[in-house]
C-alpha cells in the first residue's frame, strides 16, 4: 500500500491514527499467542490420534504389525456381522437405560438438596460419593454384591420377588445388562444432582414468589419456572452423559468381559475385544468409526434442540 492509499484509509477512518491499526491487530492476537502452546498440544493429541484412527479403518493388519489397504471391506465385513449389529443393540439399551434413571434420580437428589434441612451437608456428602469412586472399583464391587455365596443383592432381590431364587444375574443372558446398568446408575446419578442443583440455585427467587402470589400450585411453578430454566442446562448434561455411557466400557467389562454369550457386549467393549483381544485392529476402528458418527449425528441434533430452547427463553 503506497502513502496515498495509507492516508486514504486513515481518513476514511474516523479518529484513526497511523499505527493505530497495527497496535490493534497486536492486542487481538497476544492472547492467542500465548494460548497457542496449549493449542497446538490440544490439537496434535486430538487430531492426530483421530485421523490415524480412522486410517486404520480402511486397512488390514497382519503379522508383526504390517498393514495392507482394503478399502471398504472392513465396512462390508461389518454389515453382516450379526455381533456388531447385537452389540449395537445392547449399546442403545445399556445407554438409554442407564440415562433415564441416572437423570431422574439427579434431578430428584437436586430438587431435594436445593431445599434447607437438617443433615444436608452430610446428604450432599453421601450423594457425590458415587462420583469419586473409580470405576474399576465400582465395577468389582457390584459383581461382588450380585454375587450369591458372598454378596446379598440375589437374597434381596428373591425376598422382593424379582427372582425366584437367589441366583447371579450376571451370568444369566436375559438379566445379565441389568447388573451393569445398576451399578452406571449408581455411580451417575451425582453428575446429574450437581449439574442440575446448580442450575437450580441460579433460578431468580423472584419467580416463586411472583407465581405463589398469583395463586400457582407447586406443579405449575415446577413446570412453568423450573423446567424452562433447566431445559438449557438438561439439554447439555444428557448430551455429555449420553456419550460418556456410550463409550463407557470400564464397568461392563470389568463385571462381565461382555458376556454371557454377549449378552451384555456394546461397541465399546467390542472395539476393545477385536483389537486386543484378536489384535484385529483395521476392523475395531471401523467398528469406532460408526459409533463416533452415530454420536456425532446425535450430538447435532441435541446441539440444535439446545439452541432452540436457547431462543425461546
Same mark, same amino acid.
Given at each position: 500500500m503506497d502513502k496515498t492509499a495509507h492516508m486514504t484509509v486513515t481518513h476514511a477512518i474516523p479518529g484513526a491514527r497511523p499505527g493505530s491499526f497495527r497496535r490493534a491487530l497486536g492486542n487481538a492476537l497476544e492472547p492467542w499467542l500465548?494460548?497457542?502452546?496449549?493449542?497446538?498440544?490440544? @490439537? +496434535?493429541? =486430538?487430531l492426530v490420534p483421530l485421523i490415524v484412527g480412522l486410517s486404520y479403518a480402511f486397512q488390514n493388519f497382519g503379522p508383526f504389525g504390517k498393514s495392507t489397504w482394503i478399502g471398504l471391506k472392513n465396512f462390508e465385513t461389518l +454389515? #453382516?456381522?450379526?455381533? *456388531?449389529?447385537?452389540?449395537?443393540?445392547? &449399546?442403545?439399551?445399556? &445407554?438409554? #437405560?442407564?440415562?433415564? *434413571?441416572?437423570?431422574? #434420580? #439427579? +434431578?430428584?437428589?437436586?430438587?431435594? +438438596?436445593n431445599r434447607d434441612f437438617p443433615g444436608k451437608r452430610l446428604t450432599q456428602a453421601l450423594v457425590f460419593l458415587p462420583w469419586a469412586v473409580p470405576t474399576f472399583l465400582s465395577g468389582l464391587v457390584f459383581a461382588w454384591l450380585f454375587n450369591p455365596v458372598v454378596g446379598p443383592l440375589p437374597y434381596w432381590m428373591a425376598d422382593l420377588g424379582? /427372582?425366584?431364587?437367589?441366583?447371579?444375574? /450376571?451370568?444369566d443372558p436375559d438379566l445379565a =445388562?441389568?447388573?451393569?446398568?445398576?451399578?452406571?446408575?449408581?455411580?451417575?446419578?451425582? *453428575?446429574?444432582?450437581? @449439574?442440575?442443583l446448580a442450575a437450580l440455585q441460579a433460578i431468580p427467587g423472584d419467580y416463586y414468589e411472583a407465581a405463589a402470589i398469583d395463586g400457582a400450585s407447586a406443579w405449575q411453578r415446577f413446570t412453568k419456572i423450573t423446567i424452562p430454566f433447566l431445559a438449557p442446562t438438561i439439554a447439555? &448434561?444428557? /448430551?455429555?452423559r449420553t456419550i460418556w455411557i456410550a463409550t463407557f466400557a470400564d464397568l461392563i467389562w470389568v463385571m462381565t468381559n461382555g458376556g454371557p454369550a454377549n449378552a451384555t457386549s456394546i461397541l465399546s467393549t467390542y472395539i476393545f475385544a477385536q483389537a486386543f483381544s484378536r489384535l484385529n485392529f483395521g476392523y475395531a476402528s471401523a467398528v469406532a468409526t460408526v459409533l463416533l458418527l452415530l454420536l456425532l449425528l446425535y450430538a447435532a441434533i441435541l446441539i440444535r434442540m439446545r439452541k432452540s430452547l436457547l431462543a425461546g427463553q
Open positions: 500465548y494460548l497457542s502452546p496449549a493449542i497446538i498440544l490440544l @490439537t +496434535l493429541s =486430538m +454389515l #453382516g456381522d450379526p455381533n *456388531f449389529w447385537r452389540a449395537l443393540k445392547n &449399546t442403545v439399551w445399556w &445407554t438409554v #437405560g442407564s440415562l433415564v *434413571f441416572q437423570f431422574f #434420580g #439427579g +434431578l430428584g437428589l437436586a430438587l431435594l +438438596l424379582l /427372582l425366584p431364587e437367589p441366583l447371579n444375574i /450376571l451370568s =445388562m441389568w447388573g451393569p446398568i445398576l451399578a452406571n446408575i449408581w455411580f451417575g446419578i451425582p *453428575f446429574f444432582a450437581i @449439574t442440575l447439555i &448434561t444428557v /448430551l455429555l
